[in-house]
């Protein structure tokens, strides 16, 4: 694939102008939303809205709501030369990196909330979090006005929230979900593993070793607190094993078919 630096823009305003050209044009649109920071893993989901979309919208934005802990908000790496690089090698047409102030002009006044699922899993450890993923969600999906949304699967219980969003709100736009790509070593590739010290990161792939092969999550729960993690939780929902574990300040999360 020829590389092509992406377009970057800081308002909606100037996207709106894309996307009705886009559209007189009868072009469709792509959308992959990220809080930056990116990996391998955020490439497969461009790659995979290049192959079935005329255009590529991306954005670039670390949402203030969606952090439980003002410092892990604090730490989140911005690395907007290095994403608009790696986006450029992956298809990615017009980047969007807009501001708080941007894409809250109303502050925290209006909010999207789950009622159920979203106290779940992650949601049981994380208060606040899914109510600040899915509102600013809704506001890339009203403003991205796409044809198709990628999404990773290794953030299971987001995805399927936002599907949940989708559907309960009649949002026009496609969810696509993308399979989790994984260092060599099986570990899940996450923004947060850049803050793993050498001994947690060649700690790491147990995680998701023991995900997989413990017959039941409180045998996995034991098997990762014996190994030196602090486990958020383990569960078995239906056909998938779902997995939090903190490795000194850094939380990292899996799921595994079982
Ligand atoms: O998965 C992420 O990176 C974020 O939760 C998202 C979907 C970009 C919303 O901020």
Same mark, same amino acid.
């Given at each position: 694939m020829a590389s092509v630096t992406p377009q970057v823009i800081h308002t909606v305003a100037e996207w709106r102008a894309f996307r009705a050209a886009h559209r007189a044009a009868g072009r469709t649109v792509g959308f992959v939303p990220t809080m930056g920071a990116l990996h391998e893993g955020h490439a497969s989901l461009f790659r995979a809205a290049r192959r079935e979309n005329d255009v590529v919208f991306a954005t670039v934005f670390v949402n203030? %709501?969606?952090?439980?802990?003002q410092q892990d908000f604090d730490k989140y790496p911005r690395t907007l030369d290095a994403d608009v690089a790696l986006m450029a090698g992956a298809g990615v047409d017009v980047v969007l990196a807009p501001s708080v102030a941007e894409m809250y002009p109303n502050g925290t006044d209006y909010t999207v909330q789950e009622a %159920?699922? &979203? #106290?779940?899993?992650c949601g049981a450890h994380r208060p606040g979090h899914f109510t600040g993923m899915l509102t600013v969600v809704m506001k890339l999906l009203q403003i991205a006005d796409a044809d198709r949304a990628y999404f990773g699967e290794k953030d299971y219980q987001q995805l399927q929230l936002i599907r949940g969003m989708v559907q309960a709100f009649f949002l026009p736009t496609q969810i696509v979900p993308c399979p989790i790509v994984r260092e060599a070593d099986g570990l899940a590739m996450s &923004? #947060?593993?850049? #803050?793993?010290s050498p001994a947690e990161r060649s700690l790491a792939p147990l995680f998701n070793q023991v995900l997989r092969n413990a017959r039941t999550p409180e045998v996995a729960r034991a098997e990762l607190e014996a190994a030196g993690f602090a486990v958020d939780y383990v569960e078995d929902r239906g056909d998938r094993r779902f997995g939090a574990v903190r490795l000194g300040a850094t939380r990292l999360i899996d799921n595994v078919a079982r």
């Open positions: 203030p %709501t969606q952090f439980d802990e %159920t699922f &979203s #106290r779940e899993l &923004s #947060r593993n850049a #803050r793993l």
